[in-house]
């Protein structure tokens, strides 16, 4: 117990020795004031199972998610082999769930890995150069804002053909705009901060001043806005796979599941709810830890 | 019973993640019918003091005394809505920052009269008539315009005389000033302390003056607690502010340039870890 | 040669109908290694004239020399290695997320220093904070630390020129004594040239041999301290600036 207890002295010390120290202080800090908030550990335990379960699919699901068997069709959840039930072409929706996850995991790590960046560059570069380049990149911000996303969305699937790479550039089309939006209004109260002022007076450049001053600033509420948008995300992939854009079948994408059982909804419920209680969760889970990460994260609750 | 207020053995204290912070440690003092003035370096504690007689210490801070008492009268066991009869109608405030505390979207006249309607029961012609007034006690010259003015129209200096107004329309028994003209300029600064000690003294109240700056209370005030980490280190008459014998106290005066007495260095303040320890001084009449 | 001549200058923000005049026709100007105070109340323009030299504030005319050179509109790499400036709020003035480590060397590398880390404990302890603070962010330090560290920032590019916006209005008396004290040192040891905006007619007379006073963005009137201090003053409010303190 010892080392473990010299190991969080190092940890909390007010007097780092090192770049590395300070760093990993300040992480550790972080996580203290994260793991206070119950309902947000909560969200993060929900998340690295689905973490988990996506990463071993394989061995945790008891059936191929995508073998037939239509002698077992429409079983009720509890039946012995399908604990949560079977579809319509008998496949088992404990599998198919598992498997589904991966899917969801990668539109949340696509999504996330291409709205807040746009939406991030796009915003600061307005929000510090100014002028007429803040006027352009605005006015093209409002025009995608002025679209309603799904009809937006459904468009560009149009044109595009179904699936679910589509699915996803169609929602991140549709997300950057709203943290564009954000990322300028914190960068217009960053720009004339004496901090910034006192990097420009070292004659540093606007380029390094925005990546290096502005983006530290704003990537922390970018990343609580994202996590609490990301129930709205899965839901619109969700909706997209309902619609028959997104993923397709067999793909047990959950949106698309609960199309599938949308036919049966009124004499084996279980068809469409489960996926449903899937998306509901992990949703759920998304909000819990975003409203964990703006205790942690954000700037205007106080530095200390 | 001459005190206005009596407060023995008030804590103030926060829970945080690295432990139990103690903004104010024990301290007692009372306040008769003068100008008692608090001074401090930031973090002594002065300001906590100044909102736990209101019983104002947001969470996660506690606040604790063994008595706390409003002219003989026990504040200790009352609710908040009790208190919330006491603030404004008996001790009001006054902020550092009039433009924080005043209302941006209303007429500065209507939130004096409101002030007034909310503690005494008269007409709104009467609380206009006397808003009126008010705003000439405070030296507003065309009160009439002022007020029909927002808090956006008017200068530094005038909006803390209209906070001023404001915080005595109630008639209050005890004023309480935190920092009240740090945020002004230094020509306008003393204009609106004398406004303040005028009134002040006319109705017989008592002010608690809480500021960093020794000599300004020292100008305002009858009595001065010098307060250190949480606790009083010394308690002494205003105009015998020289004659302090607290290395603290004196440090503080000493730091501060004089323009008449050009030096080459300034006396540094060295700060004596034993301070922190010492006990409380009484600063109770 | 001078260290800073002006000459008739105009600032002002904003244009036609919403354009503010800040600062009218200024003249005055500092000798090499001389200290000059700015004094007067907030909006008299005494700060702006700070930005303006260093290209802060863009909306100027009439005649600004450093170290001899006329300045143009925009401001090299070259103008910062010569003119350095402090600011008022030490809380504002350091990014939140940077530490003091990360503040220094990369104002170091900017101005193409090359042996960072020697010249990073040089300064900290030029400033009198030592190494141990090296690797602190800002909220581990006092005010007074800050206001350090940032003066460390300042003197990185080893500057003839020094900037000081109200340096101490936001410090603790003791506080301001100890900067006060280190900002004399510094500028006998490195021959530095100040130019302090101040509204605390005590602070200016404790380091600034010069003085001019601001009023709605005028100088009304520049005098030497020795005659403040003898209240030997023509203006009028000059005379009420003095009767204040």
């Known amino acids: ?304 | 019973m001459s005190n206005l207020l009596d407060i023995e053995n008030l804590w103030v204290r926060f829970n945080t993640r690295n432990g139990v912070f103690d903004a104010v440690r024990g301290i007692s003092f009372s306040l008769g019918q003068e100008r008692l003035g608090i001074v401090g370096e930031s973090g002594s504690g002065k300001s906590m003091t100044g909102r736990a007689i209101l019983k104002l210490v947001r969470k996660p801070g506690m606040m604790t005394a063994d008595r706390l008492d409003l002219e003989g009268q026990d504040l200790l066991g009352k609710s908040e809505s009790q208190m919330r009869d006491v603030r404004g109608h008996r001790i009001s405030m006054i902020m550092q920052d009039p433009k924080f505390s005043l209302n941006p979207v209303m007429r500065v006249g209507k939130q004096i009269a409101e002030a007034l309607r909310l503690h005494a029961d008269v007409s709104k012609a009467e609380a206009r008539k006397r808003s009126i007034e008010m705003l000439q006690a405070v030296s507003i010259r065309d009160p009439e315009r002022v007020y029909r003015m927002h808090p956006h129209e008017v200068s530094g200096g005038m909006g803390q005389r209209i906070m001023i107004a404001m915080m005595m329309i109630p008639n209050p028994k005890i004023l309480i000033a935190d920092e009240p003209t740090s945020a002004l300029d230094v020509s306008v600064q003393m204009q609106v302390l004398e406004i303040m000690d005028k009134l002040v003294r006319e109705r017989g109240m008592g002010l608690i003056f809480i500021s960093h700056d020794l000599n300004l209370v020292s100008n305002f005030c009858d009595r001065v607690l010098i307060m250190y980490c949480g606790r009083i280190v010394e308690t002494l008459k205003a105009d015998k502010l020289h004659e302090a014998k607290h290395p603290y106290t004196r440090g503080l005066l000493n730091s501060l340039p004089r323009l008449e007495q050009p030096q080459d260095r300034l006396e540094v303040l060295v700060r004596d870890p034993a301070w922190r320890d010492e006990p409380s001084v009484s600063g109770l009449l | 040669m001078n260290g800073i001549d002006l000459q008739d200058l105009n600032v002002w923000f904003g244009d036609y109908e919403e354009r503010v005049d800040a600062v009218k026709s200024a003249t005055f100007s500092v000798p090499e290694g001389g200290s000059f105070g700015l004094v007067g109340e907030s909006g008299s323009g005494k700060s702006t004239i700070l930005r303006a030299i260093t290209g802060l504030a863009s909306d100027w005319s009439g005649r600004m020399d450093v170290l001899g050179k006329p300045l143009g509109k925009t401001r090299d790499r070259q103008f910062y290695r010569q003119v350095q400036m402090v600011f008022q709020d030490p809380y504002a003035s350091l990014h939140p997320r940077h530490s003091v480590d990360a503040v220094l060397s990369e104002t170091l590398q900017l101005h193409g220093f090359s042996d960072v880390d020697a010249r990073i404990s040089k300064l900290l302890d030029d400033v009198g904070l030592g190494s141990t603070f090296r690797f602190r962010y800002p909220h581990q330090l006092s005010g007074g630390q800050r206001q350090r560290v940032a003066i460390a920032r300042s003197l990185a590019a080893e500057p003839a020129i020094l900037l000081l916006d109200e340096p101490t209005s936001a410090l603790d008396v003791s506080v301001q004594a100890e900067i006060l004290n280190l900002l004399t040192d510094l500028r006998a040891e490195r021959n530095l040239t100040y130019l302090m905006v101040s509204h605390d007619l005590a602070v200016v007379g404790h380091i600034c041999d010069h003085i001019a006073v601001m009023q709605h963005g005028e100088i009304v009137e520049t005098l030497s301290v020795e005659d403040m201090r003898a209240r030997k003053v023509k203006n009028a409010y000059t005379e009420h600036l003095l009767a204040s303190i």
């Open chain 1, 1 to 304: 117990m010892s080392s473990a207890q010299t190991l969080r002295q190092w940890l909390t010390s007010d007097v780092p020795t090192s770049r590395r120290q300070a760093k990993l202080a300040a992480l550790y800090q972080a996580w203290l004031a994260f793991r206070g908030n119950l309902m947000a550990m909560i969200g993060l335990a929900i998340l690295l199972l689905l973490v988990f379960t996506a990463t071993f699919a394989p061995w945790l699901a008891p059936h191929d998610p995508l073998a037939q068997d239509l002698a077992a069709r429409l079983q009720p959840p509890l039946t012995e082999g399908y604990f949560l039930g079977s579809d319509s072409l008998g496949r088992d929706i404990l599998s198919r769930l598992i498997y589904g996850s991966r899917i969801t995991l990668y539109i949340v790590a696509m999504v996330t890995l291409l709205a807040p960046v746009v939406g991030l560059f796009v915003g600061t570069i307005a929000g510090y150069v100014g002028g007429w380049t803040d006027a352009i990149l605005m006015r093209l911000t409002d025009i995608f804002l002025a679209f309603p996303r799904l009809v937006l969305a459904l468009a560009f699937v149009a044109a595009l053909g179904a699936g679910i790479e589509n699915a996803v550039l169609a929602i991140s089309l549709t997300a950057w705009p709203p943290y564009a939006r954000m990322a300028r209004a914190e960068t217009l109260t960053i720009r004339n901060s004496d901090y910034i002022h006192a990097i420009r007076l070292q004659g540093a450049g606007a380029m390094r001043i925005i990546t290096k001053h502005i983006w530290p600033l704003c990537i922390s509420s970018l990343v609580v806005r994202v996590t609490l948008d990301m129930a709205g995300i899965i839901l619109a992939a969700a909706g997209l796979g309902f619609l028959g854009l997104g993923a397709q079948p067999p793909s047990p994408e959950w949106g698309a599941m609960i199309s599938e059982g949308r036919k049966f909804i009124l004499d084996h419920w279980w068809v469409a709810t489960m996926p449903g209680l899937a998306i509901f969760t992990v949703s759920l889970a998304f909000n819990l830890l975003g409203d964990g990460l703006r205790d942690v994260l954000d700037p205007k609750d106080g530095s200390q």
